[in-house]
């Protein structure tokens, strides 16, 4: 299906629209299997944060925060009007800009995206104040290791006054790390990754804890919900109905008021002075 996107914001983007459209990207062999799992992993999560995401304006510039691997940056590009900018971590020996070509032979789509390299938790953002709509950082808190308030006070200042932030993260209290603790005696923490110290969830959260810290740092919360993101089935299903603490995505939507604030709670934070 190809639509402009003035069509895509008076159309129901479904679940198989998503995965046809994103499936035919090119990618090395080598890659595939671990593209086409996180894909088909990710469907729902992608689908619902199409549909919280506030509709932008030709003029109106989104941010997207640790775009990689780009899936979420591809279905911006086709059903959204916002002028994108994305960022990635390559490390510092790589340039501060790095081109990502995105080629889809099915639907004779190229894309290539100028990433803008840093550290979102170390760096400075090389960007303006007040220079943002819209600003998203899906699936990126849980895997900061050192300082999720510095990239708040960032996006707080180079987002306009009102301007938007999306969050959404996997909730720590999902029901299938609860069953892994209780019944299988699993450990709930990702393996070591290869990809080093950002390529593992170092810390996920609760929703009140990222309400807290988003809170804290100068967001007024507009929204904050947690969602099921996986096909669930059987007792799952109830139980997910009788308690929806226990489903799988946090979203939060949060707008920028006042000044940016850095915010240290002591549940969050410990020995910050050994910085």
Not at 69 to 92: C, S, V
Not at 138 to 164: F, N, Q, W, Y
Not at 227 to 244: A, E, I, N, Q, R
């Amino acid at each position: 299906m190809h639509m402009t996107k003035s069509e895509s914001r008076n159309h129901t983007i479904t679940i198989d629209e998503i995965h046809h459209y994103l499936s035919f990207f090119e990618v090395e062999e080598k890659w595939r299997p671990e593209r086409d799992t996180y894909l088909r992993d990710n469907l729902f999560r992608l689908q619902q944060t199409l549909a919280i995401l506030p509709p932008g304006q030709p003029d109106s510039k989104l941010l997207e925060l640790g775009a990689s691997p780009y899936l979420m940056t591809l279905l911006l590009k086709r059903y959204t009007p916002y002028n994108m900018f994305i960022t990635d971590f390559f490390g510092n020996d790589r340039p501060c800009k790095v081109s990502v070509r995105k080629y889809n032979p099915e639907y004779n789509k190229e894309h290539v995206f100028e990433c803008d390299n840093f550290n979102v938790e170390r760096d400075d953002f090389p960007y303006p104040d007040g220079f943002f709509d819209m600003v998203l950082c899906c699936e990126l808190i849980e895997h900061l290791a050192l300082d999720p308030t510095h990239m708040l006070v960032e996006i707080h200042r180079v987002s306009k006054p009102g301007g938007r932030l999306l969050i959404t993260t996997p909730n720590v209290l999902v029901l299938r790390h609860i069953n892994a603790l209780l019944r299988k005696r699993q450990n709930i923490y990702g393996p070591y990754s290869g990809y080093g110290v950002y390529g593992r969830h170092n810390r996920e959260w609760t929703i009140d804890e990222v309400i807290q810290l988003v809170s804290g740092c100068g967001y007024q919360v507009e929204s904050a919900q947690v969602l099921d993101t996986y096909p669930h089935h059987g007792y799952s299903m109830w139980l997910k109905k009788l308690f929806p603490s226990l489903r799988d995505v946090i979203f939060v939507l949060a707008r920028a008021e006042g000044e940016p604030k850095s915010y240290y709670p002591e549940n969050l934070y410990a020995a910050m002075y050994a910085k």
